[in-house]
């Protein structure tokens, strides 16, 4: 039965090959061309001048470091939303998803100057805490760490929410029901049988966060500014900029095979983690 349905699978692997080998192999190729032309051999040269630099891997620890922030602000909000959702009637669901899904749904330069409308120094938000007492000079959200963590969070929350309400709605709810017959109670209830049987949901929501949010290049420029540098930034500078192609190639080489490894230990954390469930 296999032999008859591979051809099926034909056109899909060459699109793979095409879309994705191809041009992995291509910027490989040139991430260890030892001209600007790629011409003149093969070195490690770029990458020797990547990793020898305290500047360039401070870029990449601040870039990994933003990722972790802004995924753990979607895990603190997402699985929250995520539990009214799967705990909701279907007509209500059906809104809250929507409302979750929303930000997918809008251009993401949209989406990015409306934050800067609203964190700017006379943006909504200090009108709103500046009106309410709460603060007594606007605060410096606009161009800084924190309003670049709290606009991924927003942007990338339906990668963390979805995946999470998934696994949620699957749960069978009678396993509640015997935890909180045999004296458990909510908060118990929740830390020991409904987060072991999430977890695998949230590690795909985590995964699914970090990698959008440290290669989210419009979002990192438009509300960190240029004082705040990144490596999607870092990468474009290199390239367009300082026309120094190969070592641009290089730099996305690294910054690839970091997020492969975090994702690897997201996977091997979910594996080990479900071992002891």
């Not at 949901?201 to 995964?207: P, Q």
């Not at 290199?238 to 490894?261: E, K, R, T, Y």
Request: overall charge positive; glycine content about 8%.
């Amino acid at each position: 039965m296999a032999a008859p349905r591979a051809p099926l699978t034909l056109p899909l692997t060459a699109l793979f090959a095409a879309g994705f080998v191809a041009p992995l192999c291509v910027l490989l190729m040139l991430s260890l061309a030892a001209g600007d032309d790629g011409s003149a051999g093969l070195t490690l040269a770029q990458y020797a001048r990547f990793l020898g630099d305290r500047f360039n891997l401070s870029v990449l620890g601040s870039t990994l470091l933003l990722g972790a922030e802004a995924t753990l602000v979607c895990l603190l909000f997402g699985f929250p939303v995520a539990w009214v959702c799967a705990r909701a009637g279907a007509r209500w669901q059906s809104v809250l998803i929507f409302l979750v899904v929303l930000p997918i749904l809008t251009s993401v330069v949209v989406r990015t100057f409306s934050w800067i409308v609203i964190l700017g120094r006379q943006g909504l938000l200090n009108q709103i805490l500046l009106g309410l007492g709460l603060i007594d000079a606007p605060l410096k959200l606009l161009y800084s760490e924190a309003g670049v963590v709290l606009v991924l969070a927003q942007v990338q929350m339906p990668l963390m929410v979805l995946p999470i309400l998934t696994v949620l709605s699957r749960l069978d709810p009678n396993l509640a029901d015997a935890s909180r017959a045999l004296g458990a109670g909510e908060w118990r209830t929740l830390w020991r049988v409904t987060l072991p049987l999430v977890m695998p949901g949230i590690i795909a929501g985590c995964i699914l966060s970090f990698a959008a949010s440290i290669t989210a290049f419009v979002t990192q420029t438009l509300i960190g500014g240029a004082r705040l540098l990144y490596l999607p930034l870092f990468i474009y500078q290199q390239a367009v900029g300082a026309n120094d192609w190969p070592f641009a190639a290089a730099v996305s080489v690294v910054f690839m095979i970091a997020v492969l490894l975090v994702v690897v230990l997201l996977n091997g954390f979910g594996r080990r983690y479900e071992k002891h469930v």
